[in-house]
């Protein structure tokens, strides 16, 4: 994933042991001297100051939330020993040993699984969020959930019911498609899928009665000229 490719720490400019306090004053730093409305008249400096902008407020974004900093630190250190392995690879001479390969096909696993229990996490904070109504935030949560872990039903089944709940039934329906096709025999996405052309069908009936009242008076209108 490019996301934990890049040293966020870098982009800002500071240390990986740097306090959250330390982060923010090099992010305003930054932010100041990069904002792209400094550029108003040049639309090429304007578009690379844009781009660099956005990598340093998705780093401060990141390592400014406790949270997000300590899955970004150990996703990050898990690519970094990766991309270790890739190197010793390349530089190795003949067919690795059986123990070797065994040990590769740990850390991939390892990796996974460090994915798979923080997608986990981002799913249960979900889950508590929408019960509490706080939509936005189960938004947030969930999709970084997907983003971890894209190809897991579950998650995109409350995604679907996150757009549901804020009136976005076409975000939903797609999110449900997506569930099927990852897992055509999901009841959960059958469910939300049948509640969703439900409601579809309830407003285009909704819609009709009142196009058909509309008619009525406009009839009436005209009886009356």
């Keep these: 994933m490019h ?3 890049e040293d966020y720490y870098a982009v800002l400019g500071v240390e990986a042991k740097a306090s959250t306090e330390d982060i923010h004053k ?3 730093k ?3 001297k990069l904002h792209p ?3 108003p008249n040049d639309q090429e400096k304007k578009m690379q100051a844009q781009i660099e902008f956005s990598r340093v407020t998705r780093a401060h974004e990141v390592l400014f939330d406790a949270k997000q900093r300590e899955e970004y630190d150990a996703l990050y250190q898990l690519n970094l020993n990766r991309q270790a392995l890739d190197v010793s690879t390349v530089a190795g ?3 690795k040993t059986n123990k070797e390969q065994s040990h590769d096909g740990q850390e991939i696993r390892g990796e996974q699984q460090s994915k798979e229990a923080w997608a986990q996490k981002h799913y249960e904070r979900a889950e508590d969020c929408y019960k509490k109504k706080r939509f936005q935030e189960a938004e947030t949560a969930i999709k970084e959930a997907i983003r971890l872990v ?3 039903a579950l998650y995109h089944n409350k995604l679907a019911e996150i757009y549901l709940s804020r009136g976005w039934r076409t975000l939903a329906m797609s999110e449900v498609q997506t569930a099927l096709r990852l897992d055509p025999k999901d009841a959960h996405a059958k469910q939300i899928e049948i509640k969703l052309k439900a409601k579809s069908k309830s407003q285009n009936a ?4 009142k196009k058909g009242f509309l008619d009525q008076i406009k009839q009436l209108l005209g009886k009356k000229e």
């Design 3 to 5: 996301e934990f490719q």
């Design 150 to 152: 894209p190809d897991k």
């Design 26 to 28: 090099a992010y305003l």
């Design 37 to 39: 409305d400094r550029f």
């Design 93 to 95: 001479v003949g067919q």
């Design 30 to 32: 930054l932010a100041k």
């Design 206 to 209: 909704e819609k009709a009665q």
